[in-house]
């Protein structure tokens, strides 16, 4: 089983990307999914993370009303709308299976993906 992040890029203060993270191999559909992300000099942080069937979401703070979290369980896809960004949501942004049906910012993480990089410019 893979983590396949992808979507990042470069984009200009206040401007919008979408990131998703398809699961590939013999995946199951009753995991939690999280987003993290890494910026450079900083630890990992959580961003998001939805319940295996989407009825239940936490997103941090830092993120909350810009950034939301999607899946799609007939694609095996997990998606991370981003809005409004800022030059400090800057960093790699990496997907992770949880080990539960739930995924938060205390949840165990079992499978990680490879990261994808997200710049925003002032």
């Known amino acids: 089983v893979q983590l396949q992040a992808s979507g990042g890029g470069l984009v200009q203060d206040g401007g919008s990307l979408r990131l998703s993270c398809a699961a590939s191999g013999r995946t199951s559909s009753n995991n939690g999914m999280g987003w993290f992300r890494q910026a450079p000099g900083k630890e990992r942080e959580f961003v998001a993370g939805?319940?295996?069937?989407?009825?239940?979401?936490n997103t941090a703070d830092s993120v909350k009303g810009r950034f939301t979290i999607s899946r799609d369980r007939t694609k095996n896809t997990v998606y991370l709308q981003m809005n409004s960004l800022k030059p400090e949501d800057t960093g790699v942004y990496y997907c992770?299976?949880?080990?539960?049906?739930?995924?938060?910012?205390?949840?165990?993480?079992?499978?990680w993906g490879q990261g994808t990089q997200v710049t925003v410019s002032s």
């Open positions: 939805i319940a295996w069937n989407g009825g239940l979401i």
């Open positions: 992770a299976k949880s080990r539960t049906a739930v995924a938060g910012p205390g949840s165990d993480y079992t499978l």
